[in-house]
């Protein structure tokens, strides 16, 4: 009992401090545990996330079933005829996946950091990191779960849509003050988290051809 109450207190405490540093509150990012302990601890956001990457799984198997949507689905699973698994193998084989590109990044940016002469903040902003990636995962998952509303209705797409970019300026920010990186090293530092995403999904989908 007393671990989960710990546990609760620093995710809202790490929760605050990542609204604090969005909205430039001074000195927000006190609230995150940089520590080698915070920083260990981080890494539960993923289990926070599981319900999240639960919800976006059956947004895409419910998709992948629609003979009219297959056509928008990555490249392994666009048709009926090729996703010939259960929804069960495909949900847990997702959340691997999604739970190696939480782990790979870290692991890349702790290399990239220390070409960048920024190795002292790794801790920091890995914790940071790993902790907007809940409401970042939350507002990227929006538009996928409600991508038949869009379709019904065109002109919600395009506010849909701006929640990524709302999810993408969380996570550059966090990556610009936690990192204390120019503003183009920030975009870079995206760049780096979405090319890992893309790699490991269209991986995912080649094994499943």
């Not at 689905?73 to 847990?92: C, E, M, R």
């Not at 939480?102 to 920091?124: C, D, I, Q, R």
């Not at 990227?140 to 379709?151: D, I």
């Amino acid at each position: 009992m007393n671990q989960m109450r710990g546990f609760w207190e620093e995710f809202t405490e790490s929760m605050r401090a990542v609204v604090g540093i969005c909205l430039n509150r001074p000195n927000a990012e006190k609230g995150l545990d940089a520590s080698l302990h915070g920083f260990v601890n981080s890494f539960f956001a993923f289990i926070v996330l599981i319900p999240l990457f639960t919800l976006l799984c059956a947004s895409q198997w419910d998709i992948a079933y629609d003979p009219n949507l297959r056509e928008f689905l990555a490249p392994g699973i666009s048709s009926q005829d090729t996703l010939n698994i259960s929804f069960t193998f495909f949900l847990w084989t997702r959340l691997a996946v999604s739970l190696i590109h939480f782990l790979a990044f870290p692991a890349a940016m702790f290399a990239l950091t220390s070409m960048l002469g920024h190795k002292e903040n790794y801790f920091g902003f890995i914790v940071g990191w790993n902790w907007a990636s809940i409401p970042a995962s939350l507002l990227f998952l929006l538009p996928v779960v409600l991508f038949k509303v869009t379709l019904a209705a065109p002109l919600l797409a395009f506010p849909l849509m701006a929640l990524w970019l709302v999810a993408l300026w969380i996570l550059w920010r966090i990556t610009r003050m936690l990192l204390k990186t120019e503003w183009l090293t920030s975009i870079g530092v995206l760049v780096l988290w979405g090319a890992l995403a893309t790699f490991f999904d269209l991986l995912y989908s080649a094994l499943l051809v």
